[in-house]
């Protein structure tokens, strides 16, 4: 899978940004990536306890790194 590169607003954007406010952003975007996994699960096994959704949610992320994303 190819990624499109980021627009150039957002490059200058980043390049503005220290390198602490970069891993924080970095940080902020996982946080959401995860939370929209999630969500996700949550809706294709309505019945599922969190533990499960958790569970689920760390094996799609693993075969996300797997997969180089």
Do not use: S, W
């Amino acid at each position: 899978m190819k990624f499109n590169k980021l627009p150039q607003h957002r490059i200058e954007i980043y390049k503005k940004m220290t390198p602490e406010q970069r891993i924080d952003e970095a940080i902020k975007l996982g946080d959401i990536t995860y939370e929209i996994m999630k969500e996700g699960i949550r809706n294709q096994n309505p019945g599922a306890d969190e533990d499960t959704i958790q569970r689920l949610a760390v094996e799609r992320m693993n075969v996300c790194r797997k997969k180089g994303f």
